[in-house]
């Protein structure tokens, strides 16, 4: 199986992450942000991310391709989810959003790789979240804006390894955007939320991004 991805992306965390957590071996090419070309001679569009299975079909939506990951072997994600997670998670990605949009092109991530591929991602991401250096001036304001999301998870996570107790669906909508937050420097996770983060980067192996 191959993953097309962003190093960035954290819908294309959620396919990493469930790889992980299986201890299967995922092949990955993170694409340049301006490789539109790859994308469409996959699946005829520009999306990201696509997994290529074994018999070369490629796979679109990301939770189709969690299910289809921790359907080999022993099943991972054994436990209930929660509605309120999932809200959650809608709620506080449009808040990350502005925080880390603007922050991505500085990590030196390998998406970015050419100063084409950098400019095609400002370019296209400033026409909706607006100028990057105006957005990350209003940092503060976005932080606090954050906190009472963070303040929430921090209410509803029931164990520091898995969100409901037992690793669930909702682990793969909450983590990833833990990954992403965590690019912001000065962004402090309240306990709960800190512990689960670290506890499950731990467990799948995997580093924080740069924090800037
Ligand atoms: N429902 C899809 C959403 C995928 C999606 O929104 N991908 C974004 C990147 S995170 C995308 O393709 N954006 C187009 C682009 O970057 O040009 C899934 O869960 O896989």
Redesign the pocket.
């Known amino acids: 199986m191959r993953l097309y991805l962003?190093e960035h992306?954290?819908?294309?965390f959620r396919v990493r992450m469930m790889a992980a957590l299986k201890r299967l071996h995922l092949q990955e090419t993170v694409v340049l942000e301006d490789d539109s070309d790859t994308l469409i001679g996959l699946v005829g569009k520009?999306?990201?991310?696509i997994l290529v299975k074994d018999d070369g079909q490629p796979m679109?939506?990301?939770?189709d391709m969690v299910a289809y990951i921790d359907r080999h072997g022993d099943q991972v994600l054994t436990g209930p989810q929660r509605g309120e997670i999932a809200t959650w998670a809608d709620r506080t990605s449009a808040k990350t959003a502005p925080l880390t949009m603007p922050r991505y092109p500085l990590l030196g991530l390998p998406e970015f790789g050419t100063i084409a591929a950098l400019d095609h991602y400002i370019v296209?991401k400033r026409k909706t979240f607006g100028d990057f250096v105006e957005l990350r001036a209003k940092t503060r304001e976005q932080i606090d804006a954050l906190m009472p999301e963070l303040e929430t998870l921090d209410r509803l996570i029931e164990s520091p390894t898995a969100v409901n107790g037992t690793l669930s669906l909702d682990d793969v909508r909450v983590l990833p955007l833990l990954r992403s937050a965590a690019v912001v420097k000065g962004l402090r996770f309240p306990h709960n939320v800190r512990d689960y983060f670290e506890s499950m980067m731990s467990r799948i192996r995997y580093q924080p991004l740069p924090a800037v």
């Open positions: 962003f992306c954290s819908i294309c520009r999306v990201i991310p679109l939506e990301s939770m296209r």
